[in-house]
């Protein structure tokens, strides 16, 4: 099948790939001329396991093409996918304002059938809005030209995308036109081999369902960040009451972990778009409301931990950091707790040396050159003169350090443990004092 995606953003590229790997021609639009050139190169904007050699292979084949260049992109193609990114306006709503730009794109130059499809998350009644949208172009020229609009919302997760997109464990096709849905079902067929995985439904349920899923997962993480606090006080281990929870099969051991709050591009924003979906109609979403707050407090929790253990006396004192993105696997720090962290430490007057395996470039393009950040090449180098180590991103390479010669190179032998990798026990008998999130100890 020929397929066109607008936005070569994580969804775009990862989506456009996937479906150049099952066969389809696939063009990716962008207006960044430079990401364009850089891909058509074999430069991948961003880390992601597993992508780049899927890219280029799919690209040497012929079967995956980058463009700035619109038309020619929209008249090869019978699918259509708009993939560009939603930021938040000022009040935390979905900016659709490149969405809707897509559509008028699409409707100045489509001249055949297409379906065009909403990949991007978007608020509930976006569909009609693209519809409308994409019509008002192809009538502002006389064009009689048929389409569909359906929504087709995305499920990846930074850091494992490629493997959620080859096997979804669901593909929600949001229509009400059987030719839409038909295309669509063949487009997919690869993808849902074995067993069912195609949920067809109306438009509006598969836009909600997009922000039901993420606002459920988010609040999971919420909630558990809520008992870890609560475990703090009491004198119990979040840890072992995870354990004792998780294996009911009605909980799940799934999003259930405790940390410095939840980050990256899509639980804040979608949590906050969907309250004020909410709030538009009329609604006041507690529930999601108590979300977000529990969320805004637990990114202080591990500047909280290290600021009491120091009494407030931060001022010249230098914090060893290991994690900047805001998961394992990506080289993204939107929203990363790693921030929230350093900003702190630093308006206290205290000096950070970070490593992350992949998220050094972009600290260095969010902060630049400072006196106060160095950005090291390896976990040991962020030992020199450092008093406390501050762990902030489950990468694998921190799980196993070695605790003897921690507690020898930390002046102030501290451990804060913002994941709770560690085992309490075991660093403390290495000679370093514990902090975790909800372990009792800290309280
Ligand atoms: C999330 C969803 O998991 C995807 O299903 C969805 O498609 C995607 O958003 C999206 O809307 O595009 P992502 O943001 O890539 O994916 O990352 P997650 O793995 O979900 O992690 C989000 C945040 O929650 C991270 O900061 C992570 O550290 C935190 N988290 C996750 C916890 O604090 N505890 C947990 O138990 C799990």
New binding site residues.
Partial sequence: MKVTIFGTGYVGLVTGTCLAEMGNHVVCVDVDADKVAGLERGQIPIYEPGLEPMVTRNHASGRLRFTTEAAPAIAQAETIFIAVGTPPDEDGSADLRYVLEVASTIGEHLDHYAVVVDKS?VPVGTADRVRATLRAALDARGAKVEFDVVSNP??????DAVNDCMRPDRIVIGSSSDRAIAQLSKLYAPFNRNHERLVVMDERSAELTKYA??AM?ATK?SFMNEIANIAERVGADVEQVRLGIGSDPRIGFH???P?AG??????PK?VQALERTAKAHDYTATLLEAVEAVNAKQKHKLYELIERHFEGDLKGRTIALWGLA??PNTDDMREAPSRYLMEALWKAGARIRAFDPEARDEARRIYGEREDLLLCDSLQETLDGADALAVVTEWKAFRSPDFEMLAERLGERVLFDGRNLYDPEQVEEAGLAYYGIGRGRSA
Avoid at 154 to 159: D, Q
Avoid at 262 to 267: K, L, N, P, R, V
Wanted: with cysteine.
């Fill in positions: 998350t995305e499920f990846l997760k930074e850091g899923a993420n997962l993480i999003f259930i972990y940390g939840y980050g990256g591009s899509c639980f979608d805001f998961k």
